[in-house]
């Protein structure tokens, strides 16, 4: 069964510095894709990047950029130049292939708690 | 504007009753989705569907129902079997897909009294 696991609850950064949140995945498939997600106070929640099981690059957007390693089974998200608005809460997210469309379930994981220190 | 609406914001019902949300998108995706969230924690998945007509159960599925009789819609009911029904409720879409991003609604805060 498809399984995400976030272990930083919270995790605290200098404003301009760079961060890493941690994300690990379990599955038995080859073929998935990993999303990551932001969820300011607020409640909505910002699609951030994604990274494909296949895609050998790590993915970037913007100030975003994933650090994916297969053999592991981690999908790090790295944010450089951390900002004040970046205070908020960060989930990992899993799909699995399923059906002629390829389109499963969307798990999350617990997330992690950013603060952005001035 | 493209988007996925859910209503209302807040919501407030008396142990025991049934309540339905609602969530509306005109994105034209295929696929949509019911999450539960509890204060300071993840996103559980409560049901999911990739088409019109058919959906599946997700992994807390107890004491909810869907329907998903039209592309826009998939409403969800919180009957009076969920034990403990207080939570934030999120709604998203995707197209179809194992590396399309889902879209979310602004979510319905459910307090049960």
């Known amino acids: 069964a498809q399984k995400i696991t976030q272990t930083q609850p919270g995790m605290f950064v200098q404003e301009k510095e760079a961060v890493t949140l941690d994300c690990t995945y379990d599955?038995?498939?080859?073929?998935?894709?990993l999303f990551w997600y932001k969820q300011p106070s607020s409640g909505e929640m910002i699609f951030l990047i994604y990274?494909?099981?296949?895609?050998?690059q790590n993915a970037t957007e913007g100030r975003y950029s994933l650090n994916f390693q297969k053999a592991r089974k981690s999908a790090n998200l790295v944010i450089s130049a951390s900002q004040l608005g970046d205070s908020a809460m960060y989930f990992c997210?899993?799909?699995?292939?399923?059906?002629?469309?390829?389109?499963?379930?969307?798990?999350f994981g617990q997330g992690t708690t950013l603060q952005v220190k001035p | 504007d493209g988007g996925i609406t859910q209503s209302p914001k807040y919501l407030f019902r008396k142990e025991g009753q049934n309540v339905t949300l609602s969530c509306e998108q005109n994105?034209?995706?295929?696929?949509m989705y019911w999450y539960r969230q509890d204060p300071g924690q993840g996103l559980r998945l409560i049901y999911y569907?990739?088409?019109?007509?058919?959906?599946q159960k997700g992994d807390i599925a107890e004491g909810y129902s869907v329907s998903r009789e039209k592309k826009e819609s998939f409403p969800l009911t919180v009957t009076s079997a969920q034990k403990n029904p207080t939570a934030f409720y999120l709604c998203?879409?995707?197209?179809?897909?194992?590396?399309?991003?889902?879209?979310f609604g602004q979510g319905t805060r459910l307090t049960v009294v």
């Open positions: 997210a899993m799909r699995e292939a399923y059906g002629s469309s390829n389109t499963g379930k969307l798990i």
């Open positions: 569907s990739q088409i019109v007509n058919d959906f």
């Open positions: 994105l034209n995706h295929d696929a």
């Open positions: 990274q494909g099981s296949y895609d050998e």
């Open positions: 599955t038995s498939d080859q073929s998935y894709g």
């Open positions: 998203a879409s995707s197209k179809q897909g194992l590396y399309t991003e889902a879209f």
